[in-house]
Each structure stands twice: as C-alpha cells, then as structure tokens.
C-alpha cells in the first residue's frame, strides 16, 4: 500500500499539530474566566471556546470529531463543576479517567494480554495477524508499551489528584496540558516501537515458513 492509498495517520486523527495546540484552550480559558468573574461565567467561557474550535476546524475544512469529542468533554466536565459548585470539579473527569485507564491497561497485562498488542491485532489487516501473544519477544514488546500507558495514566491520576486536593485549579489546568498530549505523545512512541517490532517478528515467521515449506 502506498503512502496515497493509506487513510489519515493517528496524528492526523487526532486533529494535527493545530488540533493538539488548541486541545488545552478550553481548560485555559476556564480558569482565566474564573479567577475574573467566578464559575458560571468559566462554564460558560470554557464552552463557548470549545465550540468556537468546532466552528474554526470546519470553517478551515479539517476533521470535526477530535474537536467536537472535546466539545463533549468540556460539557461534561462544565456540568459537574456546576453541581459540586467547585473550579476543581471541572477537572474530576480527567482524573476519574486516568485511574480507571490505568487500572485497565495494568490489569491486560497481568492476565498477559496487554491492551496495546490487543488493539493492534484488531486493527491489523487479516493477512498480518499472528497469534502475537504466543511470541516471547512480541508480547515483551506490548507489554513495555501497555505499562508506559499505565505509567502515563497513574502520574496523571496521582499529580492531578494531589492538585484537586489541594484546590489548586490555576496548577490544575497547567498540569492538564503538560501530562495530556506531550506524555500521550511519548507513549504512541513507544507504541510504534513495539508495533514495528511485532511487524519484523510476522516478517520474519512468514520467511521461515516459506523456506520450510
């Protein structure tokens, strides 16, 4: 398959360069609207520049759904501010989130299916499939990219949570931007890695049957 005939890169997926820029607007500008007139006018800042980026990505004619999910996100996160009546309930969803992924993606690996192998053999084309999980160094390779998942999440989970404690919101939003796509970045890293290994270790096994056969 050429690169013309391949569909939109995870990059691209997740709204580009401008896409990942623009994802932290919302937060910033929640907390800026609320040190100057309180949380009803945040919420109502916080959405108004979520769907502003809507409005802005399909003026430019780039894909909507990463900035409509975090139309969603932010409404979300808006509605339950409002109902603790707290700044820092903006930013509960995140961090129920990020313990909940990390609970999941720890627990694929115990039972020695890491999730990050799992969602790459269901994106996989039919002809590239392999029982991943019976290779030693393959499943070696998804594990190392499942736990920098888990260590991603739990870090988040653990400095945003001690900032929520603290009601800490200015520190809150600066940690949301910092631990959110830089440290997801790192991970699919990590990710390509091990997928490029897992794709060497098919090659290598379709070879050797080949000349077996």
């Known amino acids: 398959m050429t690169d013309a005939e391949q ?13 990942l820029a ?3 607007v919302p937060s910033l500008a929640f907390v800026i609207a609320n040190a100057i007139a309180g949380l009803d006018a945040a919420v109502v800042v916080a959405i108004a520049a979520s769907i502003g980026l809507v409005v802005l990505r399909r ?8 900035a409509v ?24 969803p995140g961090i129920w989130m990020s313990v909940g ?18 969602i790459w053999n269901a994106l996989t084309s ?26 991603v999440f739990a870090a988040r989970y653990v400095v945003q949570g001690r900032l929520y404690d603290a009601g800490s919101v200015e520190w ?15 991970a699919l890293l990590v990710t390509w890695w091990a997928v490029r290994r897992a794709r060497d270790r098919f090659a290598t096994t379709v ?3 080949k000349v077996s056969a």
């Open 172 to 186: 809150l939003a600066a940690a949301r931007v910092a631990m959110g796509y830089p440290m997801l970045v790192l």
């Open 207 to 209: 070879v050797a049957e």
């Open 7 to 19: 569909g939109p890169t995870l990059l691209e997926r997740m709204g580009g360069v401008s896409g």
């Open 101 to 118: 992924l990390a609970t999941v993606f720890a627990a694929s690996v115990v039972v020695r299916r890491p999730l990050v192998g799992v």
């Open 69 to 92: 999910s975090g139309l969603l996100g932010v409404v979300i996160a808006s509605l339950i501010a409002l109902y603790t009546g707290s700044a820092e309930g903006y930013f509960l």
């Open 126 to 151: 039919a002809g590239e499939r392999a029982v991943w999980h019976t290779d030693r160094k393959t499943l070696h390779a998804f594990d190392i990219a499942t736990l920098t998942f888990v260590a």
């Open 59 to 66: 003026w430019r004619r780039q894909p909507i759904q990463p």
């Open 22 to 24: 623009a994802a932290g």
